[in-house]
T-cell receptor
């Protein structure tokens, strides 16, 4: 079975500092991995995804993530935080045989301090 | 290009009532998935519809049912509402038969059960 663990339900960074949100997955087959962002009272917006190929994936708003098979990780980073990055971030995994659903982590709420 | 739309935005019901939520997929998409997001949690997969049939179902009781129309729009019905059904209900659309097709989410319907 597939699963996702997001370490740290709340992360605070100063404006201009590095953002690092952690995601570890469990999957018996090569996974497809996603990061979504959710602003207050809104739906989920796709930030980036990893399917196959290059393990460093660049997304919108300056975010990127690196797929590390040996560490079963897909951490999300951004070199310099902006106030507008404050939101909740969800990591998701898919691609188990015979399933079409996404399995989400419990989310990490990012707070950006002025 | 219209994204995924959902209606209504908010809904208040009382225990035992029935509710219908609606979703229109992104233009060109033929698959609709429904997720339940309880407060402070990640989205949980309810079911997915493709070619007007339920293709996969998550761990939700039969009180949760759905339908997909020929124009690919979809409805989620919940009968005999419980307090625990209070959540944000998200619709996601995608294209194709693949398990890994990227899902695009709507803004959600906030259901409150009193």
């Amino acid at each position: 079975a597939q699963s996702v663990t997001q370490l740290g339900s709340h992360v605070s960074v100063s404006e201009g500092a590095l953002v690092l949100l952690r995601c570890n997955y469990s999957s018996s087959v090569p996974p497809y991995l996603f990061w979504y962002v959710q602003y207050p009272n809104q739906g989920l917006q796709l930030l980036l995804k990893y399917t196959t190929g290059a393990t460093l994936v660049k997304g919108i708003n300056g975010f990127e993530a690196e797929f590390k098979k040996s560490e079963t990780s897909f951490h999300l980073t951004k070199p310099s935080a902006h106030m507008s990055d404050a939101a909740e971030y969800f990591c998701a995994v898919s691609r188990a045989v015979g399933t079409y659903k996404y399995i989400f982590g419990t989310g990490t709420r990012l707070k950006v301090l002025a | 290009d219209a994204g995924v739309t959902q209606s209504p935005t908010h809904l208040i019901k009382t225990r035992g009532q029935q509710v219908t939520l609606r979703c229109s997929p992104k233009s060109g998409h033929d698959t609709v998935s429904w997720y339940q997001q309880a407060l402070g949690q990640g989205p949980q997969f309810i079911f997915q519809y493709y070619e007007e049939e339920e293709r996969q179902r998550g761990n939700f009781p039969d009180r949760f049912s759905g339908h997909q129309f020929p124009n690919y729009s979809s409805e989620l019905n919940v009968n005999a509402l419980l307090l625990g059904d209070s959540a944000l209900y998200l619709c996601a659309s995608s294209w194709g038969q693949g398990a890994t097709d990227t899902q695009y989410f709507g803004p959600g319907t906030r259901l409150t059960v009193l």
